[in-house]
C-alpha cells in the first residue's frame, strides 16, 4: 500500500458523515444547544449566573480613587500600568488625584531604543539564513507595541517622565497600526542592507554608520507622528484644594524622580511557569527579549502562585498598587469587568470536555501572559483571599468605571507575573536572583508580551 493510499483510509466517509449527524438529531440537548447558539453569543448563553450574581465588587483593602487610563488602539498596556504605579505616588505628592504621566512620552523611546534593539539583533544574526527561526521570529515580532515589565523600567531608567500636558496623545499614539506598519517597512529594508553589508565582510565601524542612519530615519517617522519629547518641563499646577505651586524647568529625569520615590532597582518580576522543567525557585530568561540595549535584562523569578498572591496581598495592604501580567481574555466578562475560572461553562453547552490545566495550555500554546494591569485592592476574609480589585486601561465605559473585579480562583489559572520589591523576598529567593537564568529561545511563551 502505497502512502497516498493509506492515508486515504484515514479520511472521513460519507457514511461515518451521516452517522455522526443522524447520532446528533438523536441528541436533545445537542439539538437544544444548536437552536440556542446559532441565535445567541456563546458567552451570553454559557455564562454562569451564580458566579456573577455571587461576586461583591466592594473590597476590604482598597486604594483607588481616580479615574482609569484608555490606551484606545494600541498595545501600551505594560507602559500604562507601570505608568499607574508610578502615578500613586505622584498624586500624592502633587495632591493631584487625577494626575497622569505621559503615556506617549515612554512609547517615544520605547520605539526609538527598539528599532536599535532589533538592527543590533540582526547584525549578531548575520551569518545565519533568512529562513532560520530565530531569524524569522525576529522578522515577524519586530516594532509591535507589547512590553514587559523590565522594558519599562528601563526606559524610565535612562529617559524619566512627563506629565500627560507636557508630551499629550496624537492620533497614532492612540492607534499605532500606521505607525507601526511603517517602522517595520523601514526596519526591514535596514536589516536587508545590514546583512548584505555583512555578508561582504564590512568592518565594525560600517556597520555601525549603517545603524545610525536607519536610527535617523526612525527618529524622523516617529517625530512626525507622536511629536517632539520634550528635554524639560516648566511645571506648575493647581492642587486639589486649588492651591498653586510652581516648580520651575525640570528635566524628565528630575521630574520623575522629584514625584516618584519608588526605586525602580528594587523591583522584580516574579512569574509562575507552570512547567515542571523549571524548577521554583529559579529564573528564567528569554533570549531577545528587551528593548534598550544596556538596560535591564529582563529577568523573572519562578515561584509558586501563592507566594505571588502573599506578596500582592501584602503590598496593597500596606498601601501600594502592584504591576501584573496576566491572559486576561479567558473567563472574562468584559461588560461587567469581571473574571472567575468557572465564569462560562462551555462544557455545558457542548457536552464535551474541555478541561486542560495551566501547564498544559501553556505547552499547547492556548495561554500566555498577554495582557498588564494593576492591583488597586484586594478582599480578606479571615486571612483567606477572595477576589482583587483591577485598575485596567480601558477606558471606563466597562466594569466598575473601569475598574475590574479578579475572583481568587482566575488568579490561579490565567495570572502570570507580578511585581514586587525585591526586599520583601525570603533569603533563599533573593539569593536565586543572583544565579545565572535558564535561558528560554525567543519565541517560547514566557517571552510573550503585554498589550
Not at 526596519?187 to 536607519?214: F, W
Not at 530615519?217 to 484644594?241: F, K
Request: charged share 25%; glycine share 6%.
Amino acid at each position: 500500500m502505497t502512502e497516498q493510499q493509506r492515508l486515504a483510509t484515514k479520511s472521513i466517509t460519507i457514511d461515518q458523515l451521516a452517522d455522526l449527524t443522524a447520532g446528533f438529531a438523536a441528541d436533545p440537548a445537542a439539538v437544544l444547544a444548536k437552536n440556542a447558539v446559532t441565535r445567541t453569543a456563546l458567552n451570553d448563553l454559557a455564562v454562569n449566573h451564580s458566579v456573577v450574581a455571587s461576586t461583591s465588587r466592594t473590597m476590604s483593602t482598597r486604594l483607588d480613587d481616580w479615574k482609569v487610563t484608555n490606551q484606545k488602539k494600541s498595545g501600551r498596556c505594560w507602559l500604562f500600568a507601570a505608568l499607574n504605579l508610578l502615578r500613586a505616588e505622584a498624586r500624592q505628592a502633587l495632591n493631584l488625584k487625577n494626575f497622569e504621566f505621559s503615556q506617549n512620552y515612554p512609547m517615544y523611546f520605547d520605539k526609538l531604543e527598539r528599532a536599535n534593539y532589533y538592527l543590533q539583533s540582526i547584525i549578531d544574526t548575520a551569518d545565519r539564513p533568512l529562513d532560520d527561526r530565530l531569524v524569522v521570529f525576529l522578522n515577524e515580532s519586530l516594532m509591535g507595541d507589547g512590553g514587559q515589565w523590565n522594558m519599562s523600567s528601563s526606559i524610565f531608567k535612562k529617559y524619566g517622565a512627563v506629565p500627560q500636558e507636557a508630551m499629550p496623545e496624537t492620533q497614532s499614539s492612540s492607534d499605532t497600526a500606521q505607525l507601526n506598519a511603517r517602522l517595520r517597512t523601514l526596519l526591514h529594508k535596514a536589516a536587508l542592507s545590514l546583512r548584505g553589508l555583512a555578508a561582504d565582510g564590512a568592518s565594525e565601524t560600517d556597520l555601525d554608520a549603517a545603524v545610525q542612519r536607519s536610527i535617523t530615519e526612525v527618529h524622523r517617522v516617529l517625530t512626525i507622528h507622536l511629536g517632539t519629547p520634550p528635554s524639560s518641563v516648566d511645571w506648575q499646577w493647581i492642587d486639589d484644594d486649588k492651591k498653586f505651586s510652581r516648580d520651575g524647568v525640570l528635566t524628565p529625569q528630575e521630574f520623575l524622580a522629584k514625584y516618584t520615590k519608588l526605586n525602580l532597582d528594587d523591583y522584580v518580576c516574579l512569574v509562575e511557569d507552570p512547567r515542571r522543567e523549571h524548577p521554583k525557585g529559579s529564573t528564567l530568561s528569554v533570549e531577545y527579549l528587551g528593548n534598550v540595549i544596556g538596560g535591564d535584562a529582563t529577568v523573572y523569578l519562578n515561584v509558586d502562585i501563592q507566594l505571588m498572591k502573599d506578596l500582592s496581598r501584602e503590598a496593597l495592604q500596606g498601601g501600594s498598587p502592584v504591576w501584573f501580567g496576566c491572559d486576561v481574555g479567558p473567563q472574562m466578562l468584559r461588560q461587567d469587568g469581571l473574571w472567575d475560572a468557572r465564569l462560562f461553562d462551555y462544557e455545558g453547552v457542548y457536552g464535551v470536555d474541555l478541561s486542560l490545566d495551566k501547564e498544559e495550555r501553556v505547552n499547547l500554546g492556548e495561554s500566555a501572559m498577554t495582557h498588564a494591569m494593576l492591583f488597586t485592592g484586594v478582599d480578606v476574609l479571615d486571612g483567606d483571599t477572595r477576589r482583587w480589585r483591577v485598575e485596567n486601561s480601558w477606558g471606563d465605559e466597562n466594569a466598575d468605571q473601569g475598574f475590574y473585579t479578579m475572583n481568587d480562583s482566575w488568579f490561579d489559572e490565567y495570572m502570570f507575573e507580578v511585581a514586587v520589591d525585591k526586599n520583601k523576598l525570603s533569603p533563599e529567593l533573593q539569593a536565586a536572583l543572583a544565579e545565572p537564568p535558564i535561558i528560554l529561545p525567543a519565541w517560547d511563551p514566557m517571552g510573550a508580551l503585554a498589550r
